[in-house]
């Protein structure tokens, strides 16, 4: 079946710029999570979606960062005024249920391509 | 504060076995995870513990340890397709955030 996929894949922009990164999880998946990851480290996390609302955005680093899902599906995260310390690569990950164990499912997260964000 | 520990790269022989080491301090538990990440890809999901004890799945054992905050991973019979990182992550009394090391990069040579 399909997997978590990410669009686009590249963006390049300039500072100041408004940018949207789009992540379609895999059907069914109730749960999203947005991520960042800088080379040579551990993705960095952003926010997390439980069906439509944003049960945890602890991690956004600024008001400059917002990520919607409106129908508990697609999400996008949008970015404004963009600065060059934003460049990373963005990683949206999916699982199936909410929370950890669930009827002895590991619920891990299914991640997607990424998009890799260089701002100038 | 919440800190994920792994060695930054380690170098091994194509058929050899090759141990990575991982240690926690977190504020919860509620699992280990590991995920292999080859460069410019996304992260794909290895294995999980939640209990102490060795789980093993095919070339890839993953052993854990509690009262240590230790977990390891070990790659047996390594092909050079097992070059990439490998990422630690524990999933924390929140039941959903994943707290993430930075990776230990596996080189493998001929």
């Known amino acids: 079946g399909a997997g978590v996929s990410q669009t686009p894949s590249n963006k390049v922009t300039e500072k100041g710029k408004y940018v949207e990164l789009r992540c379609d999880p895999i059907?069914?998946?109730?749960?999203l999570y947005w991520y960042r990851q800088s080379l040579g480290q551990g993705p960095e996390f952003l926010i997390y979606?439980?069906?439509?609302?944003?049960?945890?955005d602890s991690g956004l680093p600024n008001d400059r960062f917002f990520a919607v899902r409106p129908e508990g599906s697609v999400s996008t995260l949008k970015i404004q005024r963009t600065e060059r310390g934003d460049s990373a690569v963005y990683l949206c990950a999916s699982s199936r249920y909410k929370g950890g164990d669930y009827k002895g499912v590991y619920n891990e997260q299914f991640f997607g391509p990424g998009t890799r964000l260089t701002v100038l | 504060g919440q800190n994920i520990d792994q060695p930054t790269e380690m170098t091994a022989t194509e058929g050899a076995i090759v141990q990575i080491n991982c240690t926690y301090q977190t504020s919860g538990f509620n699992g280990l995870f590991w995920y292999q990440q080859h460069a410019g890809e996304a992260p794909t999901f290895l294995s999980y513990?939640?209990l102490d004890g060795l789980e093993e799945k095919g070339r890839f054992s993953s052993f854990l340890s509690r009262s240590k905050g230790y977990s390891y991973l070990l790659l047996k019979e390594l092909q050079m397709k097992d070059s990439a990182s490998y990422l630690c992550a524990v999933r924390s009394d929140s039941n959903y955030q994943l707290i993430w090391g930075a990776g230990t990069k596996l080189i493998i040579k001929p």
């Open positions: 979606f439980q069906g439509t609302g944003a049960a945890d």
């Open positions: 059907s069914g998946h109730t749960a």
């Open positions: 513990n939640v």
